[in-house]
């Protein structure tokens, strides 16, 4: 497999106006017929009158051009692409394929999902279905009509309005769609399946009404008002806030088990995952609603920022991925507490997307090259990227950030756009150039920001010195990268609270909050500014809001952590003072106990985290992730070598010494805070379930018996699965051996319970494969025997096998290298059926670096092993091949 660059980009040699498609469905015979109206592309500069189509796992049956069926000396079939030669100026393409819905575990293209068919097109799935230009810069006007029986096959659906339908021989029938927007080839959709819907009708700020149907089996109808009430919220706060209204009369969305992904946004049909989509107070955890409502306006929003303009060339990716996730992001922070997301997202951010720029897999934000695209629906490109998107919002202010979507959208409407053509928008409407910004598309990395201070008495001056660098990454040498022009948003803190800001410096500023607030552009390797009129050292309160995608290094003191954590105003750096104050106790401890001296825990950790579980004045949701103390996994990435057996025990002794000496602090809150009834999953109901749940989880950690018991019965009385999971979770994840029978009992109710609900069934792998002990690894593979488990569906895989290799570091590293052995051994089965998800499962192992030398070597030796598969696919290839060089 090759690698394709984004310098060689080249227009399209022809267009294809129009397409019709006709589908005959069938399980291993599914009959494709194509009728394509194409024409040479003018913009073009190729002589050659060659069309070379996309195609894999067709079985061609014939091909005409106007008409005239050709013969294969006039064409050439190779195992990915048709080449034509000698076609016309212009021309009807008609070609007739078979293909096998029933055989295609990839879940790319045309697949069956159990008893429906359903398609995934994006990136390159189109060409499993039908020979075409699959590429997102061929913009196509799409009629489809969709043939099955009527009994077996009651709805067909594909993308558009529906314009014609009617019965056929042999109790068939059939429906042909129309979509009267051109789009490429990846937002194609056709569902064909015995579903039902729930309705509901949307009326758009210039009146027009939309009908809005969720489909689903029929079994799961009592689980989709949610999404619909998103649907709306979304549809309304589109317009409310970026002025775009929908355009099709008809919106639909589908719920299917089997999907590679969260969710597709393709035309007017967008396909869900069932996990992004439905939810219902007993079977959904608070998170999984707030996951639903955010993947629905994500899907939603792309109809704007990803379909009516598009993507140039899947280097591009970011352009509607970024931008479409700064804009869900704003959305669920409108919807629900905007501090609370900004924390969940930051912190996702700093464990996982650093640790993805850290690794051998980093990639800028727009990718120079790829060999499968798949393989960079990352991090980098979503979150990353809508970090990128949020720094322009900051450095243009949200009106004019507004002036400059609106001008991109104007501009590219019902065009394939660049990232440079968003951002130029944004210059324009910003009146400002850009150009210095172009560091955090076109290079990976994680820069790092270190900043020192000095304070001058007699002047009464206090300065900051900022350095940034950013560490080679597999594309560009540390001393070869570009500075990156970083908005630092800060403040000063003095005793009596917020200071002035007078600042001078050579550095561009804005100030704001009666000038105690102050974003600041660097733009340079070394900055210093100087604040004037400062009467003692104040404690700089840097990065508020996670201003800039970057690591931190300020030499606080952890009573300059406690002023921050209780003073600032900015409750992003409240947080960040708290986790940092954590942080740096767990290290303390860590060092103890790899130097075999007997660890002990700062007390002015636990005086802090007392003084937030008494505070009635703070969001219960706030002081929940303050209590929360760093993942092992941030904790593995902010190390330079990981030792996951120390920085585990580390965090346990932290984590228990707050449970003794907050036990009854923790009871009080716990028993303080109110019981909802009437489950709603708002912002303040979640708020107080989460500091419920968190107290509980330190309780429990206490190992007494009262509080075990306590939560067996919170684990069987809770009428919402949030209260019930979080129950299971912390019986079943304790270590303490008091707690085994409660978890046993709780596991095997559990399953009792739910197992015909395949989303709970999720759950309970999942809590399982996080269990610590030694058996971990053939718990792991006797659960990949039960009933419930089917590797070929992917939502199981990530529920047992991924969540055994991210969220259990201590089995998942075992020294013996049985952990490794297992997702190698899971890999390897998957490369054969799904390669998509196969290389997404391998991610921890590429992580390798990470971890001492015996490790190293465990790790490396399953990757060499994978790397010898017969038939390995490109997916695999890629990551292996990037993670061993
Ligand atoms: N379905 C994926 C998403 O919406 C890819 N477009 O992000
Ligand atoms: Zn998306």
């Known amino acids: 497999p090759s690698a394709i660059y984004l310098k060689d980009y080249q227009v399209p040699s022809h267009l294809i106006d129009k397409t019709h498609l006709h589908f005959i469905l069938h399980p291993t015979k599914t009959r494709v017929s194509s009728d394509l109206t194409i024409r040479k592309n003018p913009d073009a500069d190729t002589k050659s009158n060659e069309l ?42 008609s070609v007739v394929g078979l293909i096998a819905p029933a055989d295609n575990t990839s879940l790319e293209g045309l697949y069956k999902s159990q008893s429906m068919y359903c398609t995934q097109c994006e990136a390159e799935g189109f060409r499993k279905i039908t020979y075409f230009l699959d590429r997102p810069d061929v913009l196509s006007e799409f009629t489809t009509t969709v043939v099955a029986d009527k009994t077996e096959f009651p709805v067909l659906l594909s993308n558009g309005n529906p314009i014609k339908s009617g019965s056929l021989d042999d109790n068939m029938h059939f429906v042909t769609w129309h979509d009267p927007f051109p789009k490429p080839a990846y937002l194609f959709a056709l569902v064909g399946g015995d579903l039902e819907c729930i309705q509901d009708s949307f009326t758009t700020t210039s009146g027009r009404a939309i009908d809005l149907k969720i489909y689903v089996e029929e079994k799961d109808l009592d689980k989709c008002d949610h999404a619909m009430a998103s649907l709306k919220s979304s549809m309304r706060w589109d317009e409310d806030v970026y002025g775009r209204e929908y355009d099709l009369d008809i919106f639909m969305i589908v719920a299917v088990d089997d999907f590679n992904m969260g969710a597709m946004e393709n035309k007017g049909l967008n396909i869900f995952n069932t996990s992004c989509v439905l939810a219902k107070a007993e079977t959904t955890t608070d998170a999984g609603f707030q996951r639903v409502e955010a993947v629905v306006a994500h899907e939603y929003f792309h109809n704007w920022s990803g379909n009516r303009v598009t993507c140039r060339d899947w280097f591009q990716l970011s352009l509607k991925e970024g931008f479409t996730v700064f804009r869900d ?21 700093r464990a996982m997307q650093f640790a993805e720029d850290a690794g051998p897999l980093a990639h800028p934000v727009q990718p120079a090259s790829f060999i499968e695209i798949s393989n960079f629906y990352t991090l980098t490109v979503y979150e990353k990227g809508a970090e990128v998107v949020r720094m322009i919002h900051t450095l ?31 210059e324009e409407a910003g009146g400002r150039d850009l150009s210095k910004f172009m560091s955090w598309y076109h290079q990976a990395g994680t820069p790092k920001l270190a900043v020192t201070a000095d304070y001058n008495s007699s002047s009464r001056e206090y300065a900051l010195t900022f350095n ?18 970083i908005p630092v948003a800060m403040g000063l803190l003095g005793s009596n609270g917020p200071l002035s800001l007078v600042p001078e410096t050579d550095v561009d500023f804005s100030l704001s909050k009666n000038d105690t607030h102050c974003v600041l552009e660097l733009t340079q390797p070394q900055h210093r500014v100087v604040f004037k009129d400062i009467n003692a050292p104040p404690v700089p309160s840097l990065m508020r809001g996670f201003s800039a995608p970057v690591r931190l290094q300020f030499d606080y003191s952890p009573d300059d952590l406690i002023t921050l954590m ?20 767990i290290h303390e401890v860590e060092a103890s106990l790899q130097q075999g001296k007997e660890p002990s825990v700062d007390s002015r950790l636990s005086d802090a985290a007392r003084a937030l579980i008494t505070n009635q004045n703070l969001d219960p949701a706030m002081v929940a992730l303050m209590l929360t103390l760093p993942s092992e996994g941030y904790l593995a990435e902010i190390a330079t070598t990981a030792n996951i057996d120390t920085i585990h025990s580390a965090r346990e002794i932290v984590r228990n010494h707050l449970a003794a000496s907050l036990k009854t602090e923790f009871a009080e809150r716990f028993d303080s805070l109110p019981y909802f009834p009437e489950y709603e999953a708002n912002a303040v109901q979640i708020a107080v379930r989460s500091l419920k749940n968190c107290c509980l989880g330190y309780l429990v950690a206490t190992a007494d018996a009262v509080w075990l018991e306590r939560a067996m019965t919170q684990y069987r009385t809770a009428t919402n699965m949030t209260d019930q999971s979080a129950a299971l979770s912390v019986l079943a994840l304790s270590p303490d051996s008091k707690a085994v029978d409660y978890s046993v009992s709780a596991l095997s109710e559990f399953y009792q319970q739910w197992q015909s609900e395949a989303l709970v069934v999720n759950q309970w792998f999942s809590v399982q494969a996080m269990q610590p002990g030694e058996e ?32 259990n570091p201590v089995c998942f590293h075992n020294s013996d290298g049985s952990g490794y052995r297992l997702l190698a051994e899971v890999v390897k089965k998957l490369n054969a059926t799904n390669p998509q998800i196969a290389a997404r499962m391998l991610g921890p192992l590429t992580k390798w670096r990470k971890y001492d030398s015996k490790r190293q070597e465990l790790m490396q030796a399953e990757l060499n092993s994978i790397k010898q598969t017969v038939g390995l696919s490109k997916d695999v290839f890629e990551v292996i091949s990037k993670s061993l060089a």
């Open 396 to 426: 243009l202010g949200a009106e004019a950030f507004r002036q400059g979507s609106d001008l991109y959208f104007e501009r590219n409407d019902g065009k394939a756009a660049t990232i440079e053509d968003f951002v130029s928008s944004m």
């Open 52 to 93: 070379i189509l996309h195609g894999q796992d067709i079985d061609l049956q014939s091909v005409s051009i106007d008409g005239r069926q050709l013969d294969d000396r006039d064409y050439q079939l190779e195992a990915e692409c048709l080449r034509i030669a000698n076609v016309p100026e212009q021309f009807v393409l």
């Open 468 to 485: 940034q660098t950013c560490p080679t990454t597999p594309e560009c040498d540390s001393e070869d990268k570009k500075p990156y022009l």
């Open 566 to 585: 209780t003073q600032d105003d900015d409750g992003f750096t409240r947080w960040d003072a708290c986790q940092q104050l954590c942080v740096s106790v």
């Open 776 to 807: 971990a690894v053939d718990r792991i593979r006797s659960l990949m025997q039960h009933e419930a488990f089917n590797i070929n569906n992917p939502n199981k895989v990530r529920a047992l096998i991924g969540a055994f290799a991210n969220n």
């Open 329 to 349: 992001a704003e959305f669920s922070a409108d919807m629900g507490s905007r501090t609370v997301k900004r924390v969940e997202d930051a912190k996702l951010l």
